[in-house]
Nanobody, 122 residues
Framework: QVQLVESGGGLVQAGGSLRLSCAAS????????MAWFRQGPGKEREFVTI????????IVADSVKGRFTISRDNVKNTMYLQMNSLKPEDTAVYYC???????????????WGQGTQVTVSS
């Protein structure tokens, strides 16, 4: 399996931006589909966005479409989430995850990071 470590979370005002990173180690990063999920306070974990192994395909949840962009660098073994125009409802712990299939279903992801907190103040 691949080991994942998120970073880049923090406190930001509404309308601001943050960039999250997910550093991978272990098995070949390029072999994995990568995704971001999030869990807000009192909510279940939800899908945010996904990127294919080469980066040629992505899916973005409607709630963040036009504001969040996923990308990856297979040389640096790192995935990114650029978050713009942040809203208070984006407040959550953000998790990166790795899978062998292009799926938005949580149970298909076998490797998870520990999460990074993003807090958006109004």
């Amino acid at each position: 399996q691949v080991q994942l470590v998120e970073s880049g979370g923090g406190l930001v005002q509404a309308g601001g931006s943050l960039r999250l990173s997910c550093a991978a180690s272990g098995r070949a990063f390029r072999d994995y589909v990568m995704a971001w999920f999030r869990q807000g306070p009192g909510k279940e974990r939800e899908f945010v966005t996904i990127i294919s192994q080469t980066g040629s395909s992505t899916i973005v949840a409607d709630s963040v479409k036009g504001r969040f962009t996923i990308s990856r660098d297979n040389v640096k073994n790192t995935m990114y989430l650029q978050m713009n125009s942040l809203k208070p409802e984006d407040t959550a712990v953000y998790y990166c995850a790795a899978a062998g299939v292009f799926s938005t279903i949580e149970k298909d992801f076998g490797s998870w990071g520990q999460g990074t907190q993003v807090t958006v103040s109004s």
